[in-house]
């Protein structure tokens, strides 16, 4: 806040405070005031004495006008950040305090006036403390201009403490009359005024080093303890339980009683009565180096003198000023002193005359106008010099010579010029001498005239010539102008003294003559490699055309450069085309890529470059790049012209993206050809009509549709897109198991081939038919399925099995995991019948004959349940036919509870055996692969996997989104939840192992675990479906291409397997072993997947084998897959050792069967039941045997309970 032109007649100008609590923070008082008292209505006139009995009138010095900005009567006034400025009134200009407190902190009162006393602050009775605070500037005509405290009346005084940085500085103030030099800064009348360390940086006060303030107190009277805290109890002002000695005398340090913050502060004491004239704390002097430490602020030293090589200039020093170049500061200095004449000084901070310089030569150092200090020698000025150090003026140049700037001693005018007067400054102002005149000596002042018999023919000689070889003279002893004549180029004169044209020899054949004036035959130059002449005479030498070279000197012809070799004009050798490049005979450019090599740009960059510059490639080698791993290149060939080997396909021909192509194993190409006749004659095409060539490169181990070769035509007649695998005829499916396009069978064909399917299941019906029927059949079934079956628990393994199997088959479609090793697939085809996806596997429907694929996704999704309907049919409903011939009235209810049972049960089994094949199908609406179609503008595109034909992104794409999601809903997340869900319903049953239909039904969920982890099977579902599935939404169009995947499926698959070590789930030890075994065989798969990835280009081709033996020890991809087959192969014998050793010895092991079923009991009890059975005896001598019976049947049915 601003406060300015605030006026009151009495008190307070701006701000008047008669009690409580005042505080102005970062306010501004401006020309505020109160009425002035002119000095000349006062008896006596305008002195000193009349004024102060005018102010001793006891009835107006009670209402005289004080406190020109703020007038504090009573209590505390605080003010902070404030200014007062020019403020006015007869007592305290700027502030008055009568009574109460008063705390000025980083505040300042300036350029006040009173008319009396105080013309910054006054204070009569109050306690005021200054912190960082000043007061400047202010005027007073009586007293006291910047401070008065006290009164001049009866009663006690105020008390002031100065600390913190606070400064009295009366400069600034505006001369006044009335004897204005008399009136001190600093009037103490009554009352104490203290000043605490530290003072402003730069400001010292006399202040011994132990004047602390203190409680001056008595010796302790044999007391220990007062003893021990004597120096503590100096520093308390309430005294204490040690501080027993008695107060010493009543005038005391300082007035600790009415301050206790005094104690321990280091004060210096203003005394009654004494006027202070000075600023204070005083400003350390020029020369002296002022200080913050209270040693450096405590006496009129301050910190020392001024330092040596420094100077301080002006008053409160806190920073020494480095000496300046040019002169030296002795310690202590306020100024530096100048280097005497004749030298210099160009350091800073030099601290004696000894570290000034003398002059150097060429310089002369003049003492300075103004008494500037020199840094630097002047150099002499041009046309005089200084040949001696300490040089104060230069001398002046003489004649014949000249001085540049800075000389040293004169340069003399070179020969064959002169010069004949002095003072010169430049080699230019030397004259040369004219024709036939000549000066043989440095310093001429004149030049001599050349004798009879010779000649000058040029200005400036320092001797006459005589006509000498390489020419010939005609007029001899010339003294002015030209008479010497030279040889003409290409000619040449080894004798003196020749007088005509004719004694000039030509050069020989082989050699040119450049100049003119040839002395000697050696003057006749052979030509350079590069060049010839075939005549004498000759000036100078032809270059070799461009595609030509000569390789030695004095050549008088050139010779053609050899193939792959090429040379510019003027060449010596023909040079070798770099190993990227080749030539024709005779070329000047190497502009062929060479063989195993090809240009990589497209035709439409070639074509722009070559627009450019004819020799881009030579320019450019780098544009040759080593021929791909799985293509070849021909010499001279280019991006689009790159051979492609069988079975493999790139997507244009601008890209060297080239990608593997499936491949299956043939006899021999002919074979493969001859056997399709009828593929080739729905394709339009025959095999006769195929080059041989092109079937010389179809022959090899593997077969596929991508039949090679340069330019477009990569498939095999009939087949387009992607890798060949789209079929250009529409009535036509691409079968992937024999890698070609077919016709699509009609539907009767569809029935005969797929007809086994309904035959197993009818078979399964009529088994379980003959079961009820047959008694032989029906004791062999019941030993297989109530003995063998759960005593070797051969679902658990099964299910261990297949769901190994599941994730061990997505290595390819997955994550790319390229297993070319012969046998591979068929090893495949083996475990998917022995796991019994072939009954679930939509390839045996030929989906893509389905029709669009929306129709063929709703088939994916769909299938299955038709596939339970099926089963339920023949399994359910034929046993229940012929039951429902022969079944009571009775037990119509009961069979029909049974039925639902079974159905429920099979409906969990043909669900849990889809869902990882049918979610892989839904996800293949997902899948997209990317391809790169043009290399140098970074462009791909995308293509559906299930559809090579659908591009991601399309239209066509986006439709199939929504029924990917519908499928994605109800198979990978609803038939985990629907599982998980039904357990829940049940899991009070089966964590008790209490019967209940539902639990029946369900046993094939959680049969093979703890009853209290039931919910085990959910969670390896989710397993199976992260690795099998959901990794497909980990960089969808190129995650099969990269190692994320495999990265993420070994650090999953590894968690999982430490959880299960950890948890236990399983009821049967071998089943844990077993799925321990599985998950590890999985993380070791994966891994070498990352090796094969490794080991194997972008292209699905197998990189050098020295590579990937630094990288793992294994000579090839080939090898690593090897390991990752015998692995697997581990899991089927392990498996199959494991069900035989249970079968043998589930058959001697003894067990307990009902009689009626030849079943063993089933120990789950009905609700409200506790115990199995109770065994009665007599309590004085049948409880050893009972308890004998009881351990028994322990033994014989573990979990059994008897009472």
């Not at 703020?70 to 305090?97: K, M």
């Not at 913050?292 to 420094?310: F, I, K, L, M, V």
């Not at 150099?379 to 300490?390: I, M, R």
């Not at 290149?633 to 991006?639: A, M, N, P, S, W």
Request: proline share 6%.
């Amino acid at each position: 806040a601003v406060l300015e032109g605030c006026f009151a007649s009495a008190a307070g100008g701006a701000v008047w405070m008669g009690g409580g609590d005042l505080v102005l923070d970062g306010c501004r008082l401006r020309r505020c005031g109160t009425t002035l008292v002119s000095t000349s209505s006062v008896a006596g006139g305008p002195d000193r004495l009349g004024v102060v009995g005018w102010y001793d009138q006891a009835d107006w010095r009670a209402t005289a006008p004080r406190g020109g900005g703020l007038s504090v009567e009573a209590g505390d006034a605080r003010l902070v950040g404030t200014t007062v400025d020019r403020c006015y009134s007869v007592i305290g200009g700027g502030l008055h305090f009568d009574a109460g407190r008063g705390s000025l902190e980083d505040s300042e009162v300036a350029r006040c006036e009173a008319d009396l006393a105080g013309g910054c602050v006054v204070t009569k009775a109050a306690a005021v403390r200054l912190t960082g605070s000043s007061l400047r500037g202010c005027t007073a005509q009586l007293a006291a201009s910047l401070l008065a405290v006290g009164r001049l009346d009866e009663g006690a005084g105020g008390e002031v403490l100065l600390g913190n940085g606070s400064l009295l500085d009366p400069s600034g103030a505006e001369g006044l009359a009335w004897n204005q030099s008399e009136v001190e800064p600093l009037h103490v009348l009554s009352g104490a005024v203290y000043y605490a360390l530290p003072a402003p940086p730069g400001y010292w006060l006399h202040l011994p080093l132990q004047d602390t303030c203190h409680v001056a107190r008595e010796a302790c009277h044999a007391d220990a303890a007062c003893e021990a805290h004597f120096a503590e109890c100096r520093l308390r002002a309430e005294g204490g339980p040690h501080c027993t000695a008695p107060l010493g005398a009543w005038q005391q340090p300082c007035n600790w009683r009415a301050s206790p913050w005094l104690l321990g502060e280091r004060l210096f004491t203003f005394y009654q009565g004494v006027k202070y004239f000075e600023t204070f704390p005083t400003a350390c002097r020029p020369g002296r180096l002022g200080g913050t430490a209270d040693a450096e602020q405590s006496s009129a030293q301050c910190a020392g003198p001024c330092p040596a090589g420094a100077f301080c200039s002006g008053h409160a020093n806190v920073e020494p000023v480095p000496c300046p170049a040019g002169g030296y500061c002795p310690a202590g200095s306020a100024a530096p002193v100048r280097c005497p004449a004749g030298s210099f000084s160009n350091a800073t901070g030099q601290a004696s005359e000894d570290a000034c310089l003398p002059c150097s030569v060429g310089h002369a150092c003049s003492a300075l106008p103004g008494g500037a200090l020199r840094s630097l020698p002047s150099p002499c000025e041009p046309g005089s010099y200084a040949n001696a150090s300490g040089a104060v003026a230069c001398d002046r140049c003489p004649s014949g010579h000249f001085c540049e700037a800075g000389a040293i001693e004169p340069s003399p005018c070179q020969q064959g010029s002169f010069l004949p007067y002095g003072g010169m400054d430049s080699r230019d102002d030397c004259i040369l001498c004219p024709l036939g005149h000549v000066a043989n000596e440095t310093g001429s002042e004149s030049c001599g005239m050349c004798p009879p018999g010779t000649f000058a023919d040029s200005p400036g000689l320092a001797a006459c010539e005589r006509c000498g070889r390489g020419g010939y003279c005609t007029d001899a002893g010339a003294t002015t102008g030209t008479v010497r004549s030279l040889c003409p180029a290409g000619s040449y004169n080894p004798e003196p003294g020749a007088s005509s044209v004719e004694a000039c020899l030509p050069c020989p054949a082989g050699s040119h003559g450049p100049e003119n004036g040839a002395s000697r035959l050696e003057q006749c130059l052979p030509c350079t490699p590069g060049e010839f002449a075939d005549g004498a005479g000759r000036t100078r030498c032809s270059l070799c055309p461009a595609g030509t070279f000569a390789n030695s000197s004095g050549a008088t012809g050139c010779y053609a450069c050899s193939e792959g070799h090429y040379s510019a004009e003027g060449m010596a050798r023909c040079v070798a085309c770099d190993t990227r490049l080749t030539s024709d005979r005779n070329a000047s450019a190497c502009l062929l890529c060479s063989e195993g090599r090809f240009l990589d740009r497209p035709e439409s960059v070639i074509e722009r470059l070559a627009n450019t510059s004819a020799t881009f490639l030579q320019e450019q080698p780098s544009l040759c790049a080593d021929c791909p791993p799985n293509a070849t290149c021909d010499r001279g060939g280019t991006l689009a012209s790159l051979g492609l080997p069988v079975n493999t396909w790139r997507l244009s021909t601008r890209t060297t993206d080239i990608k593997q192509c499936r491949t299956k194993a043939e006899a021999s190409a002919l074979s493969f050809l001859a056997g399709e006749s009828s593929f080739l004659r729905s394709a339009a095409a025959d095999a006769a009509q195929l080059a041989e060539s092109d079937i010389d490169r179809l022959n090899g181990r593997y077969r596929s549709p991508c039949v090679g070769g340069a330019g477009d035509s990569l498939c095999f007649p009939g087949h387009t897109g992607v890798r060949c695998e789209v079929c250009e005829l529409p009535s036509q499916h691409f079968d992937r198991r024999h890698l070609k396009c077919t016709d699509c069978p009609t539907a009767a064909a569809l029935l005969r081939e797929h007809a086994w399917v309904f035959v197993v299941l009818l078979a399964v019906g009529l088994a379980r038919l003959a079961h009820r029927l047959s008694g032989r059949l029906k004791s062999l079934s019941r030993w297989f399925f109530v003995c063998a079956l759960p005593k070797i628990g051969l679902v658990g393994k099964l299910k261990i099995f297949l769901s190994f199997y599941q994730v061990f088959d997505t290595l390819e479609p997955v994550y790319g995991v390229d297993v070319a090793v012969p046998g591979y697939r068929q090893f495949l085809e083996t475990v998917r019948l022995l796991a019994f996806e072939w009954v679930f596997d939509p390839e045996l429907l030929h989906s893509t004959c389905l029709g669009p694929i929306g129709t063929r996704m709703a088939t994916w999704i769909l299938w299955p349940f038709a596939l339970a309907v099926a089963w339920i049919l023949c399994a359910v409903a034929i046993p229940a036919l012929y039951h429902g011939y022969r079944a009571a009235a009775d037990l119509e209810e009961q069979r029909a509870a049974v039925a639902s049972t079974c159905v429920l049960r099979a409906s969990v089994i043909i669900a849990y055996a889809c869902l990882p094949t049918v979610a892989k199908n839904v996800f293949n609406a997902k899948q997209c692969e990317s391809f790169r179609l043009d290399d140098e503008l970074g462009e791909t595109q995308s293509y559906l996997r299930a559809d090579w034909r659908i591009e991601c992104g399309s239209a066509e794409y986006e439709a199939l989104q929504p029924l990917f999601w519908a499928g994605f809903l109800l198979w990978p997340v609803g038939v985990p939840l629907c599982f998980l869900s039904l357990l829940l319903a049940a899991r009070r049953c089966i964590v008790s192992r209490r019967q209940s239909r539902l639990a029946e039904a369900l046993r094939f969920l959680w049969g093979e675990y703890q009853p209290r982890q039931y919910w085990w099977e959910c969670l390896d579902t989710m397993r199976k479906l992260c690795l099998a599935c959901y990794m497909l939404f980990v960089q969808t169009e190129d995650g099969s291409t990269k190692l994320l995947r495999l990265y993420l499926a070994t650090l999953g698959t590894t968690m999982y397997l430490s959880v299960l070590c950890f948890a236990q789930p399983f009821a049967r030890v071998d089943d844990f072993q077993l799925a321990v075994g599985a998950n590890l065989v999985l993380a070791s798969t994966f891994l070498s997947g990352i090796a094969i990835k490794i080991c194997t280009d972008a292209g699905g081709a197998s990189v050098a084998s020295e590579e990937c033996a630094a990288y793992f020890g294994i000579d090839s991809a080939e090898d690593i897959t090897t390991v990752a087959i015998v692995l697997g192969g581990a899991m089927l014998a392990v498996l199959s050792l494991v069900v035989t050793w249970r079968i043998v010895a589930s058959a001697r092991d003894p067990t307990i069967r009902l009689v009626f079923s030849g079943r063993e009991p089933i120990l789950e009890l009905p609700k409200g039941c506790s115990f199995h059975g109770f065994l009665s005896h007599v309590w004085g001598t049948g409880q050893d045997q009972a308890h004998t019976i009881v351990r028994q049947l322990q033994l014989l049915m573990p979990g059994v309970r008897i009472w």
